[in-house]
């Protein structure tokens, strides 16, 4: 993958983490209730950090064709 293209991933990732961990979708989430004894916003914030350790994992280390 070359330099630009990953640089477009990597901001494109930063810009959906943006979106995800706004205001808005977290007062959503958080009016939900309980899920095996845990509040859905915990739940949602680990989920959505993994998540986005995962794709910069996959972006950073990802091989492009040779």
């Keep these: ?8 991933r990597l901001i494109a990732v930063f810009l959906l983490g943006m979106l995800l961990l706004n205001f808005p979708i977290l007062a959503v989430v958080e009016a939900g209730s309980p899920w095996i004894a845990l509040p859905p916003l915990v739940l949602y914030l680990f989920g ?3 998540g986005l ?3 910069l994992a996959l972006i950073v280390e990802g ?3 040779r």
């Design 48 to 50: 959505i950090w993994a």
């Design 1 to 8: 993958m070359r330099d630009e293209e990953r640089g477009k």
């Design 63 to 65: 091989r492009g064709p």
């Design 53 to 55: 350790i995962i794709l």
